[in-house]
Nanobody, 115 residues
């Protein structure tokens, strides 16, 4: 059974940091491109960051470049997103995505940036 389980979300003040984790199981994690998306009510899901299978290539949405870092540990079947200098506009539900010839999604974790 395929599972992507996100954790690490929460409430943080502007300028603060959070680290999201996504633990994968039920598929060959190291063969899948992994991504983080986010979504706010009434808006489409937005690609935030992507990392290739070996972790050698990453890409980021312009809005988070220089503040967010995606990484993966294929030995632990886990992808991470370090989020620094958080802004209120980063508030969203963050989703983990695995993609190869099929696509899998996690259930999401809420990140709220507010004073």
């Amino acid at each position: 059974q395929v599972q992507l389980v996100e954790s690490g979300g929460g409430l943080v003040q502007p300028g603060g940091s959070l680290r999201l984790s996504c633990a994968a199981s039920g598929f060959t994690f190291s063969s899948y491109t992994m991504s983080w998306y986010r979504q706010t009510p009434g808006k489409e899901r937005e690609l935030v960051a992507v990392i290739t299978t070996t972790g050698t290539t990453t890409n980021y949405a312009y809005s988070v470049r220089g503040r967010f870092t995606i990484s993966r540990d294929n030995a632990k079947n886990t992808v991470y997103q370090q989020m620094n200098s958080l802004k209120p506009e980063d508030t969203a539900v963050y989703y983990c995505n695995a993609r190869r010839h099929v696509e899998y999604w996690g259930q999401g974790t809420q990140v709220t940036v507010s004073s």
